[in-house]
C-alpha cells in the first residue's frame, strides 16, 4: 500500500523511474551521513538532562514506514511527531525520519492522485495487450506486493518498482490464462454434468413404480402424524386461553387496588400540603442537592465508597472513568443545553494600575532544605537556636498571633497530637522518630519550633552569612544585601546586637548558616546557645 | 486538625515558602466548568485548629492553580481559566489587587511553577499546548515552549538546576527543557495515557516522578529514562497531582479522583506509607510545607482544605 506510492514522487519521470530512484537513493545516502555526523557532534554537551543515546537505525526506519503512509501523511505533523514520541523515539531519530521520509505536499490528494496514474500508466507499459480486467487485479497484487516488499532495506524503490511490474505481469497472465485455458474446461464439465443427468432421468423413470407406492404410504404416516399434532396443539390453545382469561381478572383486580392506593395516596398529599407552607414545592432542587451531599459526608467515614453518584462523562480517558458527582452532571447538562449556571456573576478581575510597584518583601527569602545540606552541622544549630528562641513576638504582616508561654509551638509543629505544650528540648528531641535527612544528624528538624522572624536581623544574618560563606550564590547574597539595606535603617540598635552576635559566633568552629528561620530572643539566650555550641 | 471551606471547588493549594503557617488556595465555581474562581490567603492559627482567611481575590474565570512567589513573601500568581495569570500582592490594599493580568495563553492556564533556587521567574502549563516563562517586572513573557502535542498539565522546576524544568502533557509524553536550549532537550514517553502532573526529586535531580490518568505514578532517572525506577500503584483511579517532600528524599505524597491522598516511598518494595480518604469529593491540589516537615495540606471539590501533620488523621479534631 504505502511504499509503492511513496518511492515514486511526483517529481520523477514515469520513463526511467528505476534511474530516478537510484540517483535519489545514492544522494539520500549521502544526506544521511552527513546528518549522522551532526547529529554524533550535538549529543555531546555536559548536562545530564539530555539524552545522548546514538540513533537506533531500526528505529528510524520504523518511523519511515509510518510516516510514509498515505494515512499518516495527510494528519498534522504535530501529531505523527507525538506518535513517534510516543513510541520511545529520540528527537534525533524523529528528526532523521522525517528527512528521509521525502516532504509531501500539503494535501495527500493530488499525490496518491499521481500515484494512481503512474501505476496505471507502468502497467500499460509493462503488459502487452490493453485488457480492462486485470486492472483491478493488477493494483491489488500491487497491493500485496506492497506488504511483501516492505523489507528491512531502506530504499527499495527499485525492488518495489520491479516487484510491481512482475505482479501486474503475472497479473494479466493468469488472466490470460483464465480465458483460454479454465474457460474450455468449464464448458467441458457443463456438457458432461447435462449428459449425466440425462442419464439419470432415464434411469428415474425405471425405478417409478416403487417409488410411487413407498411416497404413498409416507404421505399417509405423514397424515396421521399431522392429525396428532393438530390434537394436541388444539389443547393447548383451549388451556392458553383459559389462563388468559383468569390472568385477565387478576389485572382487573390489581388495577382496582391500583387505584384505591393512588386515591389514597392523593388524600395523603393533599393532607400535606394543608400543613405545610407552599413554598416547599420552590426548595425541592436546594434539598434534593443538600441530600445528595449529605449522602456524601456519610461516606467520609473511611470507607471510600466510590458510588458517590454514578454519573457519565462526556468525553471519558481511556481508563475507567470515575464518578463525577451528580452536580457535576448537572452542570454539564445545562451547559450542553446552552444554559448558563445561574450562580455566575460578572466580576471585573482587571488590575486597576497595571504599573502598580510590588511591595518590598519584608523577608529574605529562605534557603531551601535541600539546599542546606552541605553542612548539617548548622542545621543543628538551627534548630537548637530557634527551639530555644520560644516567646517570641512574631510582628509580620497579616500573622498578627502571640506565643505565650504556656502553648509554646505552634499546633501544626507537633508530630503527636497528645502533646499540649513542649516542655522541654531534650524531651522533643528523644522523640522524634524520623530520621530526616540522608546525612546523619540526629536531631530532626521537625521538632524545632520557629518563630516567625523580625525581618532586620534575618536579613543581617544572612549578610553576615554571606560575609562568613563567600561560596553561597551571588545572586543570593545580592538579593540578601539589597533587603538587609533597605531595612537596616529600621533597626539600628538590633543591627548592633546582631554584629555582636555575628562576631560571637564566627569564634565558634565553623561558618554558620542562620537562615531566615528565626526570632530574636533576648541576647543573653542567644549568648547562652552560642556558648553550648562552641562547647560542641 | 482544622478544616477550611471554601464557597467554590478546590483546585490547588500551595504552602507559602516564607511563613509557615500560611497558604493559598486556588478554587473555582461549578467544578471548574464555567464560572468564577476565587483566590484564598489563609492562615493556620497557631493556638488551635483554626484556619483563618487573610484575604481573598475574586476572579472573573475559575482559578486552576496558584504559585508563591520566591523572591517576594506578599506576592502570589494565580493560573486562571481564561488563560491569563494575575499576580496578586497581599501586602497592598485589597482594591489595588491584582497587581497584573498577565493575558497571552490561548487557552486556560492549569500550572504554575515558581523557580526555587533562582527565584526570579515562573512557568505557566497551558492547554494551548505551550509553556511559558515570565518574571514579575516584566508584562509579556520571556519564552515560550511550543512542542507538545496536546494539553500541558503541569510543569515543574529542577530543584538544584536553576535552567531545567520539566513539563507534563497530555500528549502521554514528560518534556525536560532548558531555558538556555530552544527546544526540548528530552522527551519521555512516560505513560500510555494522560500524564497529569510531575515534579522533581529534591535530593536527587535526576528522579522525576510523574502522575497519570492510567491510576500509576511513575518514578523515572533522566539518566536512563527508557525504564522507570519504580511505578506506584494502588490509586483507584487517575492520578492528579504528585510531590516530593521537600524534607525527605524518598517520601512523595500523590491525590487523586478516588478521593483519597496517599503517601508514598519509592524506594521501598511496598511502597505505599499512607493514605487518607478525608475528601468526599475527588481530591485534586495536594502540597507539602517547605517550611515545616510533615505537614501537609489537601484540597479538593468537595469545597475544603484539610492541614495536617503527617501521620495524623486530617479529620481529628
Redesign the interface.
Known sequence: MATTQSPSPPNSNDDKPQADSAEVVHEANQVQQDVGAEAAKHSVPASVFVNSEPMREDQVSNAVKFLSHPKVRGSPVIYRRSFLERKGLTKEEIDEAFRRVPDPTPSSQPASLNQDGQEKSSSNVQTQAPIQTPQPVAVAPAGIASSVTVARRQFHWNHAVSAVGLLAASGCGTALLIKKVIIPKLKLWVRKVVLEEENDYAKKIDAKPSLVEEAAAAAKAAAAAASDVAKASQEMLNSKNEERRRFEEFMNLMDVQMQEMKSMSNSIRKLEGQANSSGRAFSDHDDHRVSSSSTKQSYANGKVDVNVQPGRSSTPPASAEPPHPKSYMEIMEMIQRGEKPSNIREVNDMPPNPNQQLSNPRIAPRTKPWEAQNGSRHQVLQSQTSAEGLNQNGRDNGLNYLLDDESSTPWWQRKNVRITEIENEDEVKATGPFGVRTNEQPPPLVQRTWVPPQPPPVAMLEAGEAIWRPKSAPKETATQEQSADDQSAAHPSEVTDELQRITKMSESAGAVEMNGGFSTGSSAVKQEQENSYGEN | MPVFKTPFNGYSVRFS??????LAVATA???G????GRVHVI???????VINE?IA????DGVYDVAWS??????LVAA?ADGSI??Y????PP???????LKEHAREVHGLDYN????DSFLSASWDDSVKLWT?DR?VSLRTFRE???CVYSVAW????AD?FASASG???VR?W?VREP?????I?GH???ILSCDWN??DE?LIATAS???SIKIWD??N??VPVSVLNGH???VKKVKFS????NLLVSCS????VCLWDFMVEDALVGRH??H???AVGVDLS??????MASTG??ELVY?W?Q??DP??S
Not at chain 2, 44 to 49: D, H, K
Not at chain 2, 70 to 75: F, G, N, R
Not at chain 2, 95 to 101: E, K, Y
Open positions: 515558602p516564607f511563613y509557615e503557617s500560611r465555581q461549578n467544578f466548568i464555567l464560572g468564577n492562615d493556620l492559627a497557631p493556638t488551635g485548629p487573610l481575590f475574586d476572579t472573573a520566591e523572591s517576594h513573601d506578599s506576592v486562571i494575575k499576580v500582592d497581599t501586602a497592598l482594591q489595588s489587587n491584582p497587581v497584573r493580568s526555587p533556587t533562582r527565584r514579575l508584562p507538545h502535542a496536546y529542577n530543584p538544584k538546576h531545567v500528549d502521554c509524553t525536560i532548558d527546544g526540548s532537550t528530552m522527551v514517553p500510555e495515557h494522560e529534591k535530593y535526576c490518568v492510567d491510576k533522566v539518566r529514562y527508557r483507584g483511579y487517575a521537600p524534607h525527605r528524599r479522583y478516588d478521593m483519597t480518604d478525608h468526599t469529593e475527588f517547605v517550611l515545616v516537615d510533615g505537614l471539590w468537595d492541614v501533620q501521620g495524623m479529620r481529628a
